[in-house]
T-cell receptor, first 115, second 116 residues
Framework: AQSVTQLDSHVSVSEGTPVLLRCNYSSSYSPSLFWYVQHPNKGLQLLLKYTSAATLVKGINGFEAEFKKSETSFHLTKPSAHMSDAAEYFCVVSRRNSGNTPLVFGKGTRLSVIA | DAMVIQNPRYQVTQFGKPVTLSCSQTLNHNVMYWYQQKSSQAPKLLFHYYDKDFNNEADTPDNFQSRRPNTSFCFLDIRSPGLGDAAMYLC???????????????FGDGTRLSIL
């Protein structure tokens, strides 16, 4: 079965410093992986996706993630945090590799940005 | 422009009183999903429609039902809400071809349901 583990439930950074949100996955096939962001009382917004093309994936708002098969990781990074980045972040894997796409969510990482 | 629209944003109902949440989409996606998200937790998939085919998750209570009268609309019915059903309910859509690589889901802003 496919699963993701977000290694930190809460990350706090200062504005202007780098962001690292860690995610490890488990999959019996080449996975499709996503990062979503959720601001308070809002739905989830797609940041970026990996679907077996380039291993370094660039997303919106300056975020990027690198797929590392040897480490089964898909960590999310950003060079410089902004106050507006404070939100909940979910690492997600697709349950299957084609067809219907039920998603398997990690438990989320809450990112706080300190001025 | 909002592409997945959920109404209302906030819904209050009484214990045991049926309630319906609605979702509409302008994306013409063939798959629509309903998730339940409780405070500080990840979204939990309740069920999804692939066109007209209904797919229920094994652990979704019978109290939860869904209808999809056409491509654009999907409804979540809670027949007898209990206090434990208070949550944010998220609707999502995706365009899927049976043999295509996975496509991302597009989420609405959710309906927050409170039970009195």
């Amino acid at each position: 079965a496919q699963s993701v583990t977000q290694l930190d439930s809460h990350v706090s950074v200062s504005e202007g410093t780098p962001v690292l949100l860690r995610c490890n996955y488990s999959s019996s096939y080449s996975p499709s992986l996503f990062w979503y962001v959720q601001h308070p009382n809002k739905g989830l917004q797609l940041l970026l996706k990996y679907t077996s093309a380039a291993t370094l994936v660039k997303g919106i708002n300056g975020f990027e993630a690198e797929f590392k098969k040897s480490e089964t990781s898909f960590h999310l990074t950003k060079p410089s945090a902004h106050m507006s980045d404070a939100a909940e972040y979910f690492c997600v894997v697709s349950r299957r590799n084609s067809g219907n796409t039920p998603l398997v969510f990690g438990k989320g990482t809450r990112l706080s940005v300190i001025a | 422009d909002a592409m997945v629209i959920q109404n209302p944003r906030y819904q209050v109902t009484q214990f045991g009183k049926p309630v319906t949440l609605s979702c509409s989409q302008t994306l013409n996606h063939n798959v629509m999903y309903w998730y339940q998200q409780k405070s500080s937790q990840a979204p939990k998939l309740l069920f999804h429609y692939y066109d007209k085919d209904f797919n229920n998750e094994a652990d979704t209570p019978d109290n939860f039902q869904s209808r999809r009268p056409n491509t654009s609309f999907c409804f979540l019915d809670i027949r007898s809400p209990g206090l434990g059903d208070a949550a944010m309910y998220l609707c999502a859509t995706s365009r899927v071809h049976p043999t295509a690589a996975n496509q991302p889901q597009h989420f609405g802003d959710g309906t927050r349901l409170s039970i009195l």
